[in-house]
């Protein structure tokens, strides 16, 4: 869910409800209102435009203005967005997300970024590097940070600029890098669990 001055966006498994927060009064779409298709909204962003973006289950990208809806399912490279995942918007307001695209393996992540005229996928330029994708987070419009479950890379959309792992941080070889995240400061937050042990202990790191 996520807040747009007093109007709350719930992405459900039927479709996307608004409510106002100051009155309680909800507004529901679904297909046959909308431009919504298949079933089973995962995610949801708001620009700072006021542009929404959905993720789906197994329909792909919408983007909403408030008045106009776009479905986002066969694009411009051939490939077919299915499930769409861990969707966040960049500071300039274009979506990154990971999707199963081309109906390939549930959790086989691919990364994938639109520019409001292209899609992007950006797998070839970070595999073999990156390995099984955990989480990704913004450092400007321009370069991300990436998470595989051993390590995080720099990215500027084109070339892997820096990466960091046991070698240069404090992570473990028995740690498993779970989330990433980036404070107000700019400091970058690393969740990670245990691997080979029975323990459920978690850690935190703070890398600057």
Not at 87 to 111: E, H, M, R, V
Not at 122 to 150: C, L, M, R, W
Request: aromatic content about 14%; charged content about 20%.
């Amino acid at each position: 869910m996520e807040f747009e001055n007093d109007q709350l966006w719930v992405a459900t498994q039927g479709g996307v409800v608004k409510v106002d927060t100051q009155t309680g009064e909800k507004e529901i779409f679904q297909a046959w209102n909308s431009g919504l298709r298949g079933t089973g909204l995962r995610e949801v962003e708001v620009a700072a435009d006021g542009t929404k973006w959905f993720g789906s289950e197994n329909a792909g990208l919408f983007k909403f203005d408030g008045t106009n809806w776009e479905h986002f399912f066969y694009l411009n490279s051939g490939d077919t967005l299915i499930q769409v995942v861990d969707l966040k918007l960049a500071p300039n307001g274009d979506p990154w997300f990971f999707s199963n695209i081309n109906g390939s393996c549930t959790g086989c992540k691919q990364l994938i970024s639109y520019n409001g005229t292209e899609f992007q996928n950006h797998t070839s330029q970070i595999y073999p590097t990156v390995g099984y994708t955990v989480d990704f987070e913004f450092i400007n419009s321009d370069e991300i940070f990436i998470a595989d479950t051993k390590k995080i890379v720099r990215y500027n959309g084109t070339n892997i600029t820096e990466t960091f792992d046991e070698t240069n941080t404090p992570f473990s070889i028995n740690d498993f890098i779970t989330q990433i995240e980036i404070d107000d400061q700019g400091y970058l937050w690393v969740a990670t669990c245990l691997l080979y042990t029975s323990d459920a202990a978690d850690d935190l790191l703070c890398v600057d």
